[in-house]
């Protein structure tokens, strides 16, 4: 009798909103099992060794991973990001790569705006006082007369845009891969990353990638008091060089919901408690909202039931050639 083809789930929150989209799997016959969230090989290893269909979240996927699985036809990104996921070696085994744009788009959006918020109105340090009998008053700037720059205008970075388009706010924008005319009709004006460094009171990253944008230079010339915003990757900001500028005094709050030890990094400069009061921290929380976690679920869901059919999936990342995948295989051998 021929086994049932195994899912393998590594994000923490699949099927944990209102969708049951672990039943849809064992509903079409499929057999589901949970990895750690974290991707260590060695714990994969024997789960991987059976999948047919992984359902991915954010931590690593690599060569040695692949190597794992030998049935192994679809990554089913949970979100939106492949940065984590090595292409070539997956070109190179002919899986598939899919992901979820849009799913959760809207609720990365709002909570840069929380973020924003908190920051600019003293939430948590005003709750915090409060509570410990002291009613004194940090007194606050209006959203709507600041200029907020956003660096990274894509499905998020423009949702962001139009929210601040409800409070008034002037919106400066950096995306290399976005068109001027493009930024102009979504509402934010053009800027180099100089431009929005000198300009603007708030800054909220939505970037790929994991290439320092804010360093000790870009800190540098940033506007005094500016409010640093972060709902993408650790791995775009230099956390000591940002540090550094808290505690001068450079840039009032970080407000992010990322940090460079969520990766296993050794604990972040950011999280002193003598920079307590000028950070917000979330848990990597962003896109966790009952909407969200269902969309990206079904996204997912969606391709892995299309595979195990014999039809092509939705939103298929696009692979690197075959030549480049065995230049690139040739390149690891030297």
């Known amino acids: 009798m021929t ?14 909103g209102d969708l049951d989209a672990r039943g849809a799997l064992e509903s079409a016959g499929a057999r589901v099992i949970t990895g750690p969230a974290h991707h260590a090989v060695d714990a994969l290893r024997p789960l991987l060794a059976h999948a047919t269909a992984w359902i991915a979240g954010t931590g690593p996927i690599t060569a040695d991973h692949l190597d794992a699985a030998p049935h192994l036809r679809l990554i089913a990104r949970y979100g939106v990001g492949v940065d984590a996921v090595d292409l070539a070696a997956v070109a190179r085994r002919g899986i598939l790569v899919t992901n979820t744009p849009g799913a959760n788009s809207g609720a990365v959006a709002d909570h840069a705006l929380a ?17 410990a009998g002291d009613w004194s008053v940090n007194r606050a700037r209006e959203l ?15 949702g962001v845009a139009a929210r601040l388009a409800g409070f008034g706010s002037t919106v400066l924008g950096h995306d290399p891969w976005v068109l001027d005319s493009d ?12 431009g929005i460094a000198d300009r603007c009171d708030i800054v909220s990253l939505h970037a790929p990638g994991e290439q320092p944008l804010i360093d000790a230079a870009w800190l540098a010339a940033a506007r005094p008091g500016l409010i640093l915003v972060n709902t993408a990757r650790a ?19 970080y407000a992010s919901d990322t940090l460079s030890s969520e990766a296993g990094e050794p ?6 408690e003598a920079l307590a009061d000028r950070t917000i921290f979330t848990p990597h929380s962003a896109a966790q909202t009952v909407e969200a ?34 230049e690139d295989a040739t390149k690891e051998k030297i």
Request: net charge positive; hydrophobic share 45%.
């Open 183 to 194: 930024l102009r009709a979504a509402g934010i004006e053009p800027a180099s990353l100089n």
């Open 293 to 326: 976690v269902d969309s990206m679920s079904l996204g997912t869901v969606s391709a892995v039931l299309a595979v195990l059919r014999g039809d092509a999936p939705a939103n298929i990342v696009p692979l690197p050639s075959s030549k480049a995948a065995t």
């Open 144 to 158: 709507g007369r600041l200029t907020v720059g956003i660096i990274g205008a894509g499905r998020i970075g423009r």
């Open 267 to 272: 604990t972040s400069p950011l999280l002193t």
């Open 3 to 16: 086994p049932p083809p195994t899912v393998l789930v590594t994000s923490r929150s699949f099927s944990s």
């Open 235 to 253: 791995g775009l900001v230099d956390e000591a060089a940002l540090a550094k500028a808290l505690d001068e005094g450079k840039v009032r709050v």
């Open 115 to 131: 973020l924003m918020l908190a920051a600019l109105r003293n939430v948590t340090r005003g709750d915090q006082r409060v509570r």
